[in-house]
């Protein structure tokens, strides 16, 4: 099954997806998907990402394998849809795409055994772990460089287990402008989706929605020469695409003036 959330107009719905209709979760409405507008198909609260996770990304990256995984945090106002808009940050200019398989969590849970992970899984969808790459390095968290405004798209759906059999059998690819930047396969993750699970729910609780992206794998934008040459640029086209989900497609623009991301379930309590 694939579940969506969407905007035809009326705010955000949930849906699903079957044959280029979306239907309304709660009521009767279809609609066609090239008529409405896709939404991240979860709100996380925690949105949790693996850095140097595939050889091929460690190798160009001029790095070691690390002996643990290593987890940093986007933070959620980074999210956005999978075709919306990704800002040049006014404060740099060395951004940078990566592609990669993200896990939905769907079940409260804590110290998930490896072999008892997919029971949590809610389902699949992509990510683009966009990235600025000064900011990056700046601190050992890594989080600045990781969550500007608008560098989360996540989409174009959730593709649940029972459709997406296999989670480490799957073609990833990212094109910028159709030129193919990353081209790899999530058989090549050292740590796989599940020990990610079990690892990080070693030290807390996972909560439905929360988003766990999966690593990158070789290609990133900052190790092509001759740099920066291949960072994006305004008015870049950056599709990532993994075969048995579909495809995001956002189109690197100026940071307008005024953006403050979508107020977040807990500020919207809060208010009310
Ligand atoms: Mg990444």
């Given at each position: 099954m694939r579940l969506c959330r969407f905007d035809a107009g009326a705010g955000p719905r949930h849906g699903v997806l079957e044959d280029g209709y979306v239907a309304d979760r709660d009521n009767r409405e279809h609609h066609r998907v090239d008529e409405i507008r896709l939404l991240a198909p979860v709100r996380p609260r925690k949105y949790l990402a693996i850095g140097l996770n595939y050889a091929d990304h460690i190798a160009e990256s001029g790095m070691e394998a690390p002996q643990y995984p290593v987890f940093f945090n986007k933070q959620i106002t980074c999210v956005v849809g999978p075709h919306d808009d990704i800002h040049m940050p006014r404060v740099s200019s060395l951004l940078d795409y990566e592609g990669e398989l993200a896990i939905v969590i769907g079940t409260?849970?804590?110290?998930?055994?490896?072999?008892?992970?997919?029971?949590?899984?809610?389902?699949?969808?992509?990510?683009?772990?966009?990235?600025?790459?000064?900011?990056?390095?700046?601190?050992?968290?890594?989080?600045?460089?990781?969550?500007?405004?608008?560098?989360?798209p996540l989409g174009p759906w959730l593709v649940t287990p029972d459709e997406l059999r296999d989670p480490h059998d799957l073609p990833i690819r990212t094109y910028v402008n159709d030129e193919l930047r990353q081209d790899g396969n999530?058989?090549?993750?050292?740590?796989?989706?599940?020990?990610?699970?079990?690892?990080?729910?070693?030290?807390?609780?996972?909560?439905?929605?929360?988003?766990?992206?999966?690593?990158?794998?070789?290609?990133?934008?900052?190790?092509?020469?001759?740099?920066?040459?291949?960072?994006?640029?305004?008015?870049?086209?950056?599709?990532?695409?993994?075969?048995?989900?579909?495809?995001?497609?956002?189109?690197?623009?100026?940071?307008?003036?005024?953006?403050?991301?979508?107020?977040t379930e807990v500020e919207a309590a809060w208010a009310g």
């Open positions: 409260r849970c804590r110290h998930v055994p490896v072999e008892r992970a997919r029971e949590v899984i809610a389902g699949y969808t992509i990510t683009n772990d966009v990235s600025v790459r000064d900011w990056q390095v700046r601190t050992p968290t890594m989080t600045m460089g990781k969550s500007f405004d608008t560098h989360g999530t058989r090549e993750m050292l740590y796989d989706c599940f020990q990610q699970i079990a690892h990080l729910s070693a030290a807390f609780t996972l909560e439905p929605g929360d988003v766990i992206a999966t690593g990158t794998p070789a290609g990133i934008g900052a190790v092509r020469q001759p740099f920066p040459e291949g960072l994006l640029k305004i008015g870049d086209v950056v599709r990532v695409q993994i075969d048995g989900i579909g495809e995001l497609r956002n189109t690197v623009v100026e940071e307008p003036e005024g953006y403050l991301a979508p107020e």
